[in-house]
């Protein structure tokens, strides 16, 4: 029952904090998402990339550390649900999943005691020789510490896991990105040129 309860408790906070906000923002990132792509290839005077360093950028996959310093196209267009889903993230992994897990050790603990207290009260009714109920304290007071460590143990798993889950965005988009990176790449003419390439004085 408490182990199907912290699923329940862990599935609807990661819901309501990650998913909900995500599913909200997803749009928003695809309304944004040809702005932000224009933006690359507008002049050099509107803030666009030199030819050459857009170029480059496509051809590694939208990423690239140049004279200009770093620039991730995949991380850019990430931006619009990053920034909606980063509170309910933190909300999530750093407050909620710790507090259920804290809650569902407790409650663990409290079910161990009280088994223990009813199993050494019907020994004593029944008069069961005294070394099994050391053997039962000793036991019940390992497993209660065992499940008092639970939550320590399991957070730091779970930051680990989310730093890496929070890692896999921006790779994803640049696989769904790549046959747009690669057409930009194979660009060729005069025209395209021109558009990337600062007016020369």
Same mark, same amino acid.
């Given at each position: 029952?408490?182990?199907?309860e912290l699923t329940e408790s862990i599935q609807l906070s990661l819901q309501e904090h990650i998913f909900e906000c995500a599913n909200q923002a997803i749009p928003t990132a695809i309304n944004a998402a040809v702005e932000t792509a224009s933006r690359w290839g ?34 850019? /267009? ?32 409290? /079910? ?90």
């Open positions: 029952m408490a182990a199907r507008a002049h050099r005077s509107q803030g666009g990339l030199c030819w050459s360093t857009y170029k480059a950028t496509c051809r590694r996959n939208g990423v690239f550390n140049g004279t200009a310093g770093h620039r991730d196209f995949n991380e850019e /267009l990430f931006e619009p649900v990053s920034r909606q889903i980063a509170t309910g993230w933190e909300r999530a992994f750093q407050r909620r999943v710790p507090g259920i897990l804290a809650c569902f050790a407790a409650k663990s603990r409290n /079910l161990l005691n009280g088994f223990h207290t009813a199993a050494v009260a019907r020994a004593k009714e029944r008069r069961t020789n005294v070394a099994g109920m050391t053997v039962l304290v000793n036991q019940t007071r390992a497993y209660s510490q065992t499940l008092a460590d639970i939550p320590t143990q399991l957070t730091a798993t779970i930051t680990e896991l989310q730093r890496e889950a929070s890692r896999a965005f921006t790779p994803l988009i640049g696989e769904a990105m790549t046959q747009a990176y690669e057409i930009c790449t194979e660009e060729r003419g005069a025209l395209s040129r021109r558009d990337f390439l600062p007016t020369v004085q």
